[in-house]
C-alpha cells in the first residue's frame, strides 16, 4: 500500500516545481526594473498606440473566429446527426497541425493582387489594380481569421470533450422543460461547458499574443513585432522586455476577469445518473447547413492550404528530400515525444498539487508557471538561456578556481535547455487540459472512494484515470503537435549540427522560397495527422467508460 | 574549502571535464550563421573536404544569434559569427563578442569599405538594393535617386516592404550618413506618402506586386531578383521578367550596397581554424561559387561577377563604410516610426 505524501512535502514539491519552470518567465518581468529612459517617449510617442489596438483588435478578432468554429463545429459533431458528422469528429482536429505562418504563405500566395485568383480575374475581366474590391488577405482581418483558422482546434477540443461528458439527464430535464435543441444549447450545454470552452480560447488568445510569423509577414503592428522592434531595431533590450512584460500583464487581466466572472461557481454534475447521449437528428436544409459549415472549416483551414502545398511540393520545389531529412523527422518526432511527456508529468503534478492543497502560493506559483505560453519563443528562449549560461558559467568558474580546468557550457546549448523551454512554454497547454479533466472528478467521488475503503493510489487509479484518460491523451497530443510547430525557440536554442522540420521550412520560407519550404511544412502536417487521429479516437471513447 | 569539497561532486567535474576534452580533441571550428544553411553548408562541406577542419553549424536569426554570443558570455562554443548584414557585425563588436583578426592577403583585395577598419569583421558577398521599375510603365530618365522617389510624381506608385527589415533600415542609415536626420526625416514623410500599398511581405512580393500592376517602383535586393529569374517556378519568372534594375544616385554617391560577413568571437578557441574559414570563404572559386549559387555579387572587385547580375550593367557603389550602417540604425528606425513607416 502506498502512503500517500504528507501535504506540506506536495505544496513543497509543487511550489519548488512551479518556481523552477517560472524563472524565465520571471527573468523578463526582472528588466521592469531596469530603466529604459526615452525610448518609451519614443514609442509612446509614435507607435505603442498601434501595437495596442492592433493586439486588442487581433485578440477579438480570434476570440469570435475560435468559438464560432470551435463551439459550433464542437456541439455539432457531439450532439447532432448528420451526414459526415463521423468523419469531421477527427478530421477537424487536422488545422491544428498547420503551423499558422505556412497557411499565412499559402493565402498569400493563392489570394494575394499578384496570386493566381486575382490574376485570372483581371485577365478575364481587363480589371486593372483600384478597378475592383478583393478581401484583401494580409491585414489585421486576415491575420484573425488565419490564427483562427488554426487555433479554433483547442476550443473544439476542449468543447467537445466537455459536450460529451455532459450528463444526458441535464440535457433531458432541459428538453422536458419544453426547451428546444438551442435553447438548451444556450442555457444548459454551453454554460455547463465553460470552464473547457474558456480553456480553449485562452490557450488560443495565448498563442494569437506569442504569434510573430503571421503578424510579421502580413505588415500588421503587434506587441510581438513590436517588441523586436524595440529589441533589435532601437538596440534597447530593457525596452523591449518591458513591453513583454506588459504582453503578460494582457495575459493576467485576462485570466483575472475569467476567474472573478466565474466566482464561486462549480461545474461539475450531480446527477448519479449517466447515460448514452442521443443525439438530435438533423435533416432538411439543417443537415446541409451542419455538413456545409463543417466543410467550409475544414477546407479553409487545411483542404486549401495543404492543396496548396502539395501543388508546390509536385511542381516548383527544388530537390529536398535528401537522406538529412529522415534525420530531421527523426529530431521533430524524438523531441515531441519527450517534451510531451513531460509537459504532463508536469502538468499531474501540478495540477494535482492544486487539487489536494490549492492555497494561495500554491495556485498563484501554477498560474504564473503557465504564463510562458503568451510570451513569443525568442523571448522565452532567451528567458531560459539567461539562467542556464549563468549557472554554466559559475560552474564554469568555480572549476577553474578548484582543479584549473574550465568546464565551458555543460547545459547551455544542449537538448537539456531546449527541452525546459518546451516545458515552460508548453506547460500551459497540458496544464488547462488536465485541470479541465480533474474539474469534472467532484470531490464527493474522492469521499465515496475513500469511505469505501479504497486508498489513494487505488481512488487515482480506479476513478480519476479512467475518468481522466481523455484529458490526458488530449494534453499529451496537444503538447506533441505544438513541439512539432515549434520554432523560435528552437532556432535559438538548438545543439551544432542539429534541426528539425520546423527549422527546415522556416529557413526556405523565410527566404522567400515558399514553395522549397513545402516538403517539410507537408511533412510536418503529415507527422501531426496521426496524433490528430489518435487523440480523437480517444475522445469519442472516452466516454464509455464513464457511463453506467 | 577545497578540503570540504564532496567526494561525488569532485568525480562528477572531473567526468565532465574529460567529457569536455574529448570533443575538442578534433580539429573543428563552431560557425553561429544568420545565413541560412542551404546558402552556406555546401561551401563548408568543401572547406571540410580540403582541409580535414569539421564544421559545427548553427543557423538562425541574427538577432538572436548574437544575443546567444552575448549570454554565453566567454564560454560560448562559437568560433565565429555570420550576418547577412554589415549592420549587425558592427552591433557584434559593439557588444564585445568579436576580437581582431589578421588576413593581410584578403585584406588587399577587399574594398574598404567592406571591411571593419579595426580588422573585427570581413565581408563575404555583396548585395546592392536597387530601384526596380516596371518596364512601359515608367521610363528610366525620370528616375535619379531614392531621394527622388519622394517626389510628387510617384504618389501611389511605390512598393517596399516594412521598415521592420533591416535592409529597409540600412538603406535609410545610409542616407541618414549622407543627408543628416532631418533632411532625410523629410524626405521619408514624402516617400512614405508615395506608397501604394500598407508594406507587407519581403521583397520578392514587392517584385511581384509591381509587375501584377499594384504600383510602378519596387525597392529589392538584387539576389531576390536573380532567383527570380533563374526560378523554376514560370510565374516567378514572368514577374521578374518584367522588372529593369535603375542604380540610383549614379550622379553622387552611388547606389546602396551591403554585404554578409564573417568575424571571429572574442571566446573563440579555434581562432585558427576560424580565421582559416574567413580565408576560404575570400579565395577565388569560393568567391565565385558563392557569389553564382546565391545571386550575389563577389565581394573582391578581381572576381568576374555572374551573367544574370552583369547583365544589369555596371554601377556606382555608396563607399560609405558599413559600419556606419550599424552605428546609425537606431537613429534610422526611430526616424521611420516617426514617418509612419510601418
Known amino acids: 500500500m502506498h502512503k500517500a505524501p504528507g501535504p506540506s512535502v506536495w505544496r513543497f514539491g509543487v511550489v519548488s516545481t512551479a518556481v523552477i519552470l517560472a524563472v524565465p518567465v520571471t527573468v523578463i518581468l526582472s528588466y521592469l526594473l531596469v530603466p529604459a529612459g526615452e525610448v518609451w517617449q519614443h514609442l509612446a510617442a509614435t507607435v505603442l498606440q498601434d501595437y495596442v489596438i492592433n493586439s486588442l483588435l487581433l485578440m477579438l478578432g480570434v476570440t469570435a473566429g475560435v468559438l464560432v468554429f470551435g463551439v459550433g463545429a464542437a456541439w455539432l459533431t457531439s450532439m447532432c446527426r448528420f451526414p459526415g458528422a463521423g468523419f469531421f469528429e477527427w478530421s477537424l482536429l487536422l488545422p491544428m497541425a498547420?503551423?499558422?505562418?505556412?497557411?499565412a504563405y499559402t493565402y498569400t500566395g493563392l489570394f494575394d493582387f499578384a496570386g493566381p485568383l486575382q490574376t485570372t480575374i483581371r485577365g478575364l475581366t481587363g480589371w486593372r489594380f483600384g478597378d475592383y474590391w478583393f478581401p484583401e488577405i494580409r491585414s489585421l482581418e486576415g491575420a484573425a481569421l488565419m490564427l483562427s483558422l488554426v487555433l479554433f482546434p483547442y476550443v473544439y477540443l476542449l468543447a467537445r470533450a466537455a459536450f460529451l461528458s455532459q450528463s444526458l439527464c441535464v440535457l433531458d430535464v432541459s428538453r422536458t422543460l419544453g426547451n428546444g435543441p438551442w435553447r438548451t444549447f444556450f442555457t444548459v450545454a454551453l454554460p455547463l461547458a465553460r470552464p473547457a470552452i474558456v480553456a480553449g480560447l485562452s490557450l488560443a488568445l495565448m498563442e494569437t499574443l506569442a504569434d510573430y510569423g503571421t503578424v510579421q509577414y502580413f505588415g500588421v503592428s503587434t506587441f510581438t513585432t513590436g517588441i523586436f522592434r524595440t529589441w533589435f531595431g532601437l538596440g534597447s533590450t530593457a525596452a523591449a522586455a518591458q513591453l513583454s512584460a506588459v504582453l503578460l500583464m494582457f495575459v493576467f487581466v485576462l485570466v483575472f476577469l475569467e476567474r472573478s466572472s466565474r466566482r464561486k461557481a462549480r461545474y461539475h454534475h450531480t446527477s448519479q445518473r449517466h447515460q448514452d447521449l442521443r443525439r438530435y437528428q438533423l435533416s432538411g436544409w439543417r443537415s446541409n447547413t451542419a455538413l456545409l459549415f463543417c466543410f467550409s472549416i475544414l477546407f479553409f483551414g487545411f483542404l486549401l492550404p495543404a492543396g496548396q502545398l502539395l501543388v508546390w511540393a509536385g511542381t516548383t520545389a527544388e530537390g529536398q528530400l535528401d537522406s538529412r531529412f529522415l534525420n530531421l523527422v527523426w529530431n521533430s518526432l524524438g523531441l515531441a515525444g519527450t517534451a510531451s511527456l513531460l509537459a504532463l508529468m508536469l502538468a499531474l503534478f501540478l495540477g494535482y498539487g492544486k487539487r489536494l492543497n490549492g492555497n494561495r502560493p500554491v495556485r498563484v506559483a501554477v498560474r504564473v508557471a503557465g504564463m510562458g505560453y503568451a510570451v513569443p519563443g525568442t523571448v522565452i528562449a532567451v528567458g531560459v538561456m539567461i539562467p542556464f549560461a549563468a549557472i554554466d558559467n559559475g560552474v564554469d568558474a568555480w572549476m577553474r578556481l578548484q582543479f584549473g580546468i574550465s568546464t565551458g557550457l555543460l547545459l547551455s546549448g544542449t537538448l537539456v535547455a531546449l527541452v525546459f523551454a518546451y516545458l515552460v512554454r508548453f506547460l500551459a497547454v497540458s496544464l488547462q487540459t488536465v485541470e479541465a479533466g480533474l474539474a469534472k472528478v467532484r470531490p464527493s467521488m474522492d469521499e465515496v472512494a475513500r469511505s469505501m475503503g479504497a486508498t489513494a493510489a487505488e481512488t487515482v487509479r480506479r476513478v480519476h484515470f479512467p475518468m481522466l484518460k481523455g484529458s490526458l491523451m488530449t494534453a499529451l497530443l496537444l503538447v506533441f503537435v505544438d513541439v512539432l510547430k515549434e520554432l523560435p525557440a528552437t532556432l535559438l536554442l538548438r545543439p551544432f549540427n542539429f534541426s528539425t522540420l520546423a527549422v527546415r521550412a522556416y529557413e526556405l520560407a523565410s527566404d522567400e522560397r515558399l514553395a522549397d519550404a513545402s516538403h517539410a511544412s507537408l511533412t510536418i502536417v503529415a507527422a501531426g495527422i496521426l496524433p490528430v487521429i489518435l487523440l480523437s479516437y480517444s475522445i469519442a471513447h472516452s466516454r464509455h467508460v464513464q457511463t453506467t | 574549502m577545497y578540503a570540504r569539497t564532496p567526494f561525488l561532486l569532485k568525480s562528477v567535474a572531473m567526468l565532465l571535464c574529460i567529457s569536455t576534452f574529448n570533443a575538442l580533441a578534433a580539429e573543428e571550428v563552431n560557425v553561429y550563421s544568420a545565413r541560412k544553411e542551404k546558402l552556406i553548408k555546401s561551401l563548408l562541406d568543401r572547406f571540410t573536404g580540403e582541409t580535414g577542419i569539421q564544421v559545427n553549424l548553427v543557423t538562425g536569426k541574427a538577432d538572436a544569434l548574437l544575443k546567444r554570443l552575448q549570454i554565453e558570455g566567454r564560454n560560448s562554443p562559437a568560433d565565429l559569427l555570420i550576418t547577412t548584414d554589415a549592420g549587425r557585425l558592427h552591433r557584434a563588436k559593439e557588444a564585445g563578442v568579436t576580437q581582431v583578426t589578421h588576413l593581410p592577403d584578403q585584406t588587399a583585395a577587399l574594398p574598404n569599405s567592406f571591411r571593419d577598419p579595426d580588422g573585427h569583421w570581413y565581408g563575404l558577398s555583396l548585395r546592392a538594393r536597387p530601384i526596380l521599375y516596371v518596364q512601359g510603365r515608367v521610363k528610366p530618365e525620370d528616375l535619379s535617386s531614392y531621394e527622388a522617389l519622394a517626389e510628387p510624381t510617384w504618389k501611389s506608385r511605390v512598393c517596399i516592404r516594412s521598415s521592420n527589415n533591416i535592409y529597409n533600415q540600412s538603406l535609410v542609415a545610409s542616407m541618414i550618413a549622407?543627408?543628416?536626420?532631418?533632411?532625410?526625416?523629410?524626405?521619408?514623410?514624402?516617400?512614405?506618402?508615395?506608397?501604394?500599398?500598407?508594406?507587407?511581405?519581403?521583397?520578392?512580393?514587392?517584385?511581384?506586386?509591381?509587375?501584377?500592376?499594384?504600383?510602378?517602383?519596387?525597392?529589392?535586393?538584387?539576389?531576390?531578383?536573380?532567383?527570380?529569374?533563374?526560378?523554376?517556378?514560370?510565374?516567378?519568372?514572368?514577374?521578374?521578367?518584367?522588372?529593369?534594375?535603375?542604380?540610383?544616385?549614379?550622379?553622387?554617391?552611388?547606389?546602396?550596397?551591403?554585404?554578409?560577413?564573417?568575424?571571429?568571437?572574442?571566446?573563440?578557441?579555434?581562432?585558427?581554424?576560424?580565421?582559416?574559414?574567413?580565408?576560404?570563404?575570400?579565395?577565388?572559386?569560393?568567391?565565385?561559387?558563392?557569389?553564382?549559387?546565391?545571386?550575389?555579387?563577389?565581394?573582391?572587385?578581381?572576381?568576374?561577377?555572374?551573367?544574370?547580375?552583369?547583365?544589369?550593367?555596371?554601377?556606382?557603389?555608396?563607399?560609405?563604410?558599413?559600419?556606419?550602417?550599424?552605428?546609425?540604425?537606431?537613429?534610422?528606425?526611430?526616424?521611420?516610426?516617426?514617418?509612419?513607416?510601418?
Open chain 1, 98 to 103: 498547420m503551423p499558422a505562418y505556412i497557411i
Open chain 2, 178 to 342: 549622407a543627408k543628416g536626420t532631418d533632411r532625410v526625416e523629410t524626405w521619408a514623410r514624402g516617400f512614405v506618402g508615395n506608397f501604394a500599398r500598407p508594406p507587407k511581405g519581403g521583397d520578392r512580393d514587392q517584385i511581384k506586386a509591381a509587375a501584377a500592376g499594384q504600383c510602378d517602383i519596387a525597392i529589392a535586393n538584387t539576389y531576390y531578383l536573380a532567383a527570380m529569374i533563374e526560378s523554376k517556378d514560370p510565374a516567378q519568372r514572368e514577374a521578374a521578367g518584367k522588372l529593369r534594375v535603375f542604380w540610383p544616385n549614379q550622379d553622387g554617391r552611388g547606389t546602396h550596397v551591403n554585404v554578409s560577413g564573417a568575424a571571429v568571437t572574442a571566446s573563440a578557441r579555434n581562432r585558427e581554424n576560424a580565421t582559416k574559414l574567413i580565408a576560404y570563404l575570400l579565395n577565388d572559386t569560393s568567391q565565385q561559387w558563392y557569389a553564382d549559387t546565391n545571386g550575389e555579387f563577389p565581394i573582391r572587385p578581381d572576381i568576374p561577377v555572374n551573367p544574370v547580375l552583369a547583365s544589369w550593367g555596371e554601377f556606382k557603389m555608396d563607399t560609405l563604410n558599413l559600419s556606419r550602417l550599424g552605428e546609425l540604425n537606431p537613429e534610422a528606425v526611430r526616424l521611420m516610426d516617426r514617418a509612419g513607416w510601418k
